[in-house]
Structures are given as structure tokens and as C-alpha cells.
């Protein structure tokens, strides 16, 4: 049974940055694509970023272009996002997902099919 686990999260201010972890253990991380996710209190959960089963292929929320960064070290078995210039409105837990078909990047939570449990990022204004 794959097991991902999130951490990195926090209280942090706007304008500052930072790195959330994925540790996939129970599989092959390159197996897989990977997914972040958030959900806000009230809202749908919503895609962040995915990255495929190399790291060369990326994709983001238009939310989030140009201030996050997908990452992968598969030898490590972990994944990262990392997030700057963080807003108020990047309020959420986070969520890192697998998608068995590793070749291409789904925004659809339907798509993945093992999840972490979260970590929550609250950033002040």
C-alpha cells in the first residue's frame, strides 16, 4: 500500500516562502506522477501543481504560476513544492497525491488514486 506523507506546513507571513515535503514510502516514487492540492475551509479541493514521473513535465494553476515550484527526487522518494510570495488567499491544506499512470499530469482529483493526509499553511497578512 502506497503511503505519502505531507510536512513543511505552518504560520507564515505574506510575502514569505515555503517548502512543503511528499514522502511516498510503500512504492516506487517514479512510478507515479504527483500532484498538490489544496482545500480551503468551504471550498473545493482545487490543483496546485503536477509534475510527471521524471520531473521534466510540469504543469500549475494559473494562481500559482510563477510564484511555485514542483519538484521531484526520486532517489529520495519525496516530493516538494516549494511557494513564495505567498498571499492570504494561499490559505489552506495542502495535499499531495499519486497517479499510477505516471506519463502525464491530470488536474482531476479523480485521477489520483493514493493521497497524504495534509498539512495545513495559514499565511498572515
Known amino acids: 500500500q502506497v503511503h505519502l506523507a505531507e510536512s513543511g506546513g505552518g504560520l507564515v507571513q505574506a510575502g514569505g516562502s515555503v517548502r512543503l515535503s511528499c514522502v511516498v514510502s510503500?512504492?516506487?516514487?517514479?512510478?507515479?506522477?504527483l500532484g498538490w492540492f489544496r482545500q480551503a475551509p468551504g471550498a473545493e479541493r482545487e490543483f496546485v501543481a503536477g509534475?510527471?514521473?521524471?520531473?521534466?513535465?510540469?504543469e500549475y494553476a494559473d494562481s500559482v504560476k510563477g510564484r511555485f515550484t514542483i519538484s521531484r527526487d526520486n532517489g529520495k522518494n519525496t516530493a516538494y513544492l516549494q511557494k513564495n510570495s505567498l498571499d492570504p488567499e494561499d490559505t489552506a491544506v495542502y495535499l499531495c497525491?499519486?497517479?499510477?499512470?505516471?506519463?502525464?499530469?491530470?488536474?482531476?482529483?479523480?485521477?489520483?488514486?493514493?493521497w497524504g493526509q495534509g498539512t495545513q499553511v495559514t499565511v498572515s497578512s
Open positions: 497525491a499519486a497517479n499510477r499512470h505516471p506519463y502525464g499530469i491530470s488536474r482531476a482529483c479523480t485521477e489520483y488514486d493514493f
Open positions: 509534475i510527471g514521473w521524471s520531473g521534466t513535465m510540469k
Open positions: 510503500g512504492g516506487t516514487l517514479s512510478s507515479y506522477a
